[in-house]
Nanobody, 127 residues
Framework: QVQLVESGGGLVQAGGSLRLSCAVS????????MGWFRQAPGKEREFVAA????????YYADSLEGRFTISRDNAKNTVYLQMNSLKPEDTADYYC????????????????????WGQGTQVTVSS
C-alpha cells in the first residue's frame, strides 16, 4: 500500500505562486509514476502534470501555458508542483496520484491508470 499526503495549498492573489508537495509513504521501494490532478467546484477532475519515476520525463496540460512545473525527489519520497502566475481559474482542489509501473520511463496522464490518490489540498486564487 502507498499513502499520499498533499500540502502547500492555500489562498493566494492572482499572479502569485504556490508550491504543492506530495509526501509518499508505505511501499516506496516500488517504482511509481506520479501525477497531479485538480477539480474545481462543479467541474470534473482534470489532468495537470505528470512525471516518470526518475524525474527526467514530464508532461503537462496544454492549458497551463508553461506556468506549472512538476518535479520529484525520490530520496525524500516527495513530488512537487510549482505553480507560478496563478489565475483565478486555477482555483481547485489539487490531488496527487501514484501509479505502479513496470518501466521507469513511463509517464501517465489518465486518471484511471493511477492506483493511489491523496486527499487533496485546496488552492484558492483571488482576483
Amino acid at each position: 500500500q502507498v499513502q499520499l499526503v498533499e500540502s502547500g495549498g492555500g489562498l493566494v492573489q492572482a499572479g502569485g505562486s504556490l508550491r504543492l508537495s506530495c509526501a509518499v509513504s508505505g511501499r516506496t521501494s516500488s517504482s511509481y509514476a506520479m501525477g497531479w490532478f485538480r477539480q474545481a467546484p462543479g467541474k470534473e477532475r482534470e489532468f495537470v502534470a505528470a512525471i516518470n519515476w526518475s524525474g527526467d520525463r514530464t508532461y503537462y496540460a496544454d492549458s497551463l501555458e508553461g506556468r506549472f512545473t512538476i518535479s520529484r525527489d525520490n530520496a525524500k519520497n516527495t513530488v512537487y508542483l510549482q505553480m507560478n502566475s496563478l489565475k483565478p481559474e486555477d482555483t481547485a482542489d489539487y490531488y496527487c496520484a501514484a501509479a505502479s509501473i513496470p518501466l521507469r520511463t513511463i509517464v501517465i496522464i489518465t486518471a484511471d491508470q493511477y492506483d493511489y490518490w491523496g486527499q487533496g489540498t485546496q488552492v484558492t486564487v483571488s482576483s
